[in-house]
């Protein structure tokens, strides 16, 4: 697959858990033209000795440039639940491209106050302001990482479900963090697969003309806009300890604002570890 060249070009620049995850992307990356970042989390190995399936949930960045073969593709991969994470005006200006039939649900919390072009050029001034997006946003968390529990609680056999945002990194990042935790895969490899991101959005033409737009307009250089938005170890810890400090642990979470408590989480593991 093309991301072969890419992912050794960077070898030497991302972690051994990370390479360990993007060295399976032939099979965890759809290939589809429309997206670059949608991909399977199966395949990971929880703490019980189980493995996360394959074929069932899927993450994603913008998925409104899909191609009609792309479409089919995800026909037939049966995904046809899909959970958009961006903001209302978000998802008007870019429709998502769907199945036909599809189950559509948009859970825009929290993201309809996301920075706009102007403000984001105040922040990427500030050091570390993604830090206080992933910790301080916690009062966000219960109503937009919901509907995605409660679609994979209620998928049928062999149905897949899919949740994205824009970038496919930062809110599914945490989605999928969630998701993997409740399955009980280590934090270690919860993380790689955050931290894959950043070599799979390379490859975002848009992304990168936003990078472009973000220099001129900040007057900072282009080391300096990727530094300030790479995704890093820190922020999923921050994303962790704000639902800690606020809720106690990440259970009392889960049970408070999603009512996913023990049993949903052994119908969780039963339905997507083997």
Not at 14 to 23: E, R, V, Y
Not at 148 to 166: N, Q, S
Not at 170 to 181: E, F, P, V
Not at 190 to 213: C, F, G, H, P
Request: aromatic share 8%; hydrophobic share 40%.
């Amino acid at each position: 697959m093309r991301i072969s060249n890419l992912m050794m070009a960077l070898l030497g620049a991302i972690p051994t858990l990370a390479f360990g995850q993007l060295s399976d992307s032939s099979k965890r990356v759809l290939p589809v033209e429309g997206a670059v970042n949608f991909r399977d989390i199966g395949g990971y190995e929880t703490s019980s000795g189980k493995h996360v399936v394959w074929g069932r949930i899927f993450r994603s960045d913008a998925i409104d440039k899909l191609t009609d073969a792309d479409v089919l593709l995800m026909d037939r991969k049966r995904i046809h639940t899909v959970v958009d994470l961006r903001g209302t005006a978000e998802s008007k200006s870019a429709p998502d491209r769907l199945t036909a039939n599809s189950d559509y649900t948009l859970s825009p919390a929290g993201s309809d106050s996301l920075p706009n072009p102007q403000e984001m050029v105040k922040a990427l001034k500030q050091k570390d302001f993604l830090i206080k997006f992933y910790g301080e946003g916690v009062q966000y968390y219960g109503d937009r990482y919901r509907p995605a529990f409660i679609k994979l609680l209620g998928a049928a056999d062999g149905e897949a479900v899919m949740y994205h945002c824009t970038g496919g990194r930062d809110r599914t990042g945490m989605q999928t963090a969630l998701i993997l935790y409740v399955l009980g895969v280590p934090y270690p490899v919860i993380e790689a697969d955050y931290l894959a991101s950043n070599v799979y959005l390379s490859r975002n033409k848009q992304m990168n003309a936003y990078t472009d737009a973000m220099v001129a307009a900040t007057g900072m250089t282009k080391q300096q806009i990727e530094d300030q938005m790479k995704l890093k170890p820190a922020l999923l810890k921050a994303f962790f300890d704000g639902i800690n400090r606020k809720y106690g642990t990440v259970e009392q979470f889960l049970q408070d604002e999603m009512a996913i408590g023990p049993k949903e989480i052994r119908i969780l593991k039963a339905k997507y570890t083997r």
